[in-house]
Every structure is written in C-alpha cells, then in structure tokens.
C-alpha cells in the first residue's frame, strides 16, 4: 500500500509561482514511477507531468511545458512541481499519483501520461491562479 500526501497549493496572482510536494510511503518509493495530474470544475482529469523511477525522464503536458518543473528527492521520498507563470486556466485541483507496475521502456511515455497507468493518489490540492 502506498500512501500520498500533497502539499504547497493555495491561491496565487496570475504570472506567480508555486511548489507542490507530494510525500509518498513505502520503502520502494524509488521504483515507483511518479505524476501530477489536475482536474478542473467541470472538467476531465488531465496530465501535467511525470517523472520516471531510476532514470529520472520528465514528460509534460504542453499546456506546461516550460513553465512547470518536476523532479524527485528519492531520500525523502518526495516529488516536487514547481509552477512558475501561473495562469487562470492552471487553476485546479491538483493530484499526485504514483504507478507501480513494471512499464516497458519503449511505452513509458504514453502510459505514463495515462491516468490509467497509476494505482495510487493523493487527496488533491487546490490551486487557484486569479487575474
């Protein structure tokens, strides 16, 4: 079983930045391959990013790319997104999640931009962005 834990959301001014943490349980935790995904009102949930285990690939959704930042401190079993020129339309509830399985090399990119893919989440954490 594994456990997440989100923190760092809250309301921000258009153009600011954030940092998520997500804090996750589990001795394994480097093997576990890592993502923020987001949901807003009246909307599907969607990608942001993930960052795979050993390696360390970051992919990202394009509505980010560049302005968002993942990474992982594997000694406090943790993941960061770091959100920089925030915009209204980034306002949601943001989700961690991690994947267990094992994902061949060749697909990690487009199942690990599936939300399908991960087996564990966070409660959320709000962000909202005003103008």
């Known amino acids: 079983q594994v456990q997440l834990v989100e923190s760092g959301g809250g309301l921000v001014q258009a153009g600011g930045s954030l940092r998520l943490s997500c804090a996750a349980s589990?001795?394994?935790?480097?093997?576990?391959?890592m993502g923020w995904f987001r949901q807003a009102p009246g909307k599907e949930r969607e990608f942001v990013a993930t960052?795979?285990?050993?390696?360390?690939?970051?992919y990202y959704a394009d509505s980010v790319k560049g302005r968002f930042s993942i990474s992982r401190d594997s000694a406090k079993n943790t993941i960061y997104l770091q959100m920089n020129s925030l915009k209204p339309e980034d306002t949601a509830v943001y989700y961690c999640?991690?994947?267990?399985?094992?994902?061949?090399?060749?697909?990690?990119?487009?199942?690990?931009?599936?939300?399908?893919?991960?087996?564990?989440w966070g409660q959320g954490t709000q962000i909202t962005v005003s103008s």
């Open positions: 999640a991690a994947a267990t399985g094992i994902i061949r090399i060749g697909d990690a990119e487009s199942r690990l931009r599936n939300d399908r893919t991960y087996d564990y």
């Open positions: 960052i795979s285990r050993s390696v360390g690939n970051t």
């Open positions: 589990g001795r394994t935790f480097s093997s576990y391959h």
